[in-house]
């Protein structure tokens, strides 16, 4: 995959990180967009599964007088889209595969897993680089290291093997480096040889790399044993519904007047249409709008599918004070003899954005959003009582008045939270997630001015008190 970009004077490398299900790639790749302050992209997850991969891009150090430029890119792990995860191994200048370590199942696992990157690595002409990250050494039953070396193989007697705990940050940067430095020694075997295209890369952008893998398909065939979510979440003949547009009929849009507003607002780009694993269409990723029609929203004709938003247009209009601005819901025909409803939001940065993006700031400062962020969930929960809408760190951001739900509008009522659990610990659960996560490394700083500081309010001693309790 490696080639050398002369209009920007850069040689280009993909790191590409391997795995088991839930061994940590993701989680290792967002660490270390923290530390290197880059933003990672995640087409289409769905549940917390990556469905095709984790994007990030960094430019630092030389390389025989040119730019080093990464191309960080994690794979799929589930079975059910091996395609996916073979082409992007098949691109690799390294490999970092992630090993579940936390015990001895986890380690067999792993072991299966590496099985299958090593017999596609292996077709490459230059070998391609391997480093093992064995993850979640601070478990209790961790695997010692000699155990995980004999259990991946004696091919692996001799790699490279970092430890790290991917949620606190711990191991990340350190085998992002020896990976980088892996990577250059193959581009150097590739130079000798002649084999280092000169020009830009074929794939530059996630929208690209999103691109070509949706001509794959995600699964095996039915006949094979694949599941029904397996099939739906890759490439498919269905065709694609059309979006709405000006052609909305009069009575198929809400709120009439703004909603017409939105509509010409959110559609006026191209969009790509894709349908999620659940069979429900989403449009506008990447931009400021997200259009998202669920499987069921689907109508033989106009008068059915005019019923339907109507109940949709009342339940938002019960919710109206607690949902974001610039929403509608919309009845467009699909270009088939069908209808479908829309809903369109502008993308508003959650809570967890909001955080997240300022996880660089002074710990005073930081402990203060953190408090802030507290108060606006403790709000909603007491504002969200009677209503579909469950607040979280996701759902919630910012608003013209204050906390909001700038989340898609769920079309069923979401589960409620256990009436056993008080709105400050349903907060406690929200806090201890992202100090678990996007700031784990800021949590002593956060702890130890939280020590010193003045508690002001009722959050702040609940911000407070998170972080005392979540002693890592």
């Known amino acids: 995959m490696a080639v050398v970009d002369p209009s920007r004077n850069a040689v280009v490398i993909r790191i590409v990180y391997d795995g088991p299900p839930f061994a940590g790639k993701t989680t290792s790749v967002q660490a270390l967009g923290r530390s290197l302050a880059r933003a990672v992209e995640t087409p289409l997850a769905i549940a917390g599964r990556t469905q095709y991969f984790d994007w990030m891009e960094y430019t630092g150090g030389l390389f025989e007088g040119y730019q080093i430029r990464c191309q960080i890119v994690s794979v799929p792990g589930q079975d059910d889209l091996a395609a996916r995860r073979r082409a992007l191994l098949e691109s690799a200048d390294v490999v970092v595969f992630v090993a579940d370590t936390g015990g001895r199942d986890a380690v067999e696992r792993s072991a299966r897993h590496v099985r299958d990157m090593v017999e596609v690595l292996g077709r490459a002409e230059v070998p391609v680089g391997i480093v093992v990250q064995a993850n979640k050494r601070d478990l209790p039953d961790a695997v010692p290291r000699d155990d995980v070396r004999a259990a991946l193989g004696d091919q692996f007697s001799q790699t490279a093997l970092t430890e790290s705990v991917a949620e606190a940050g711990q191991g990340i940067r350190e085998t992002f480096v020896l990976a980088v430095r892996l990577a250059l020694d193959r581009v150097r075997a590739l130079m000798k040889a002649g084999a280092v295209p000169r020009r830009p890369p074929t794939i530059d952008t996630a929208e690209a790399l999103l691109a070509s893998l949706e001509e794959l398909p ?78 069921a929203a689907r109508y033989d004709d106009f008068d059915a599918g005019r019923q339907g938003l109507v109940a949709w247009a009342r339940t938002h209009a019960v919710h109206g004070p607690l949902l974001s601005p610039s929403r509608c819901i919309v009845l467009a025909d699909t270009g088939r003899g069908e209808w479908r409803i829309w809903q369109i939001v502008q993308v508003t940065p959650s809570l967890r954005s909001w955080l997240a993006d300022h996880a660089g700031q002074a710990a005073g400062d930081l402990l203060g959003r953190l408090g802030l962020a507290a108060e606006a969930l403790g709000d909603c929960e007491r504002r969200f009582a009677d209503s ?22 769920p079309s069923q009522p979401a589960p409620r939270p256990s009436s056993a659990r008080s709105p400050e610990d349903r907060v406690v659960d929200q806090l201890a997630t992202i100090l678990g996560g996007e700031l784990a490394e800021r949590r002593d700083e956060l702890r130890a001015a939280a020590a010193v500081g003045a508690t002001r309010s009722r959050w702040d001693h609940v911000v407070a008190t998170t972080l005392a309790a979540h002693t890592p």
């Open 218 to 295: 995600a699964a095996p065939p039915l006949a094979t044993g694949a599941t029904l979510e397996a099939a739906l979440s890759g490439a498919t003949a269905t065709a694609a519904p059309r979006l709405p547009d000006a052609r909305v009929p009069s009575g198929a849009i809400w709120p009439p007047v703004e909603g017409r507003m939105v509509l010409h607002e959110a559609t006026s780009g191209p969009h790509s249409v894709r349908r999620l694993a659940d069979g429900s269409w989403v449009a506008g990723l990447g931009s400021a709008w997200r259009l998202h029609s669920e499987a």
């Open 388 to 409: 579909w809408l469950t607040p979280t760190l996701d759902t919630l951001g910012w608003g013209p008045r204050g906390p909001q739900f700038v989340a898609l509008m």
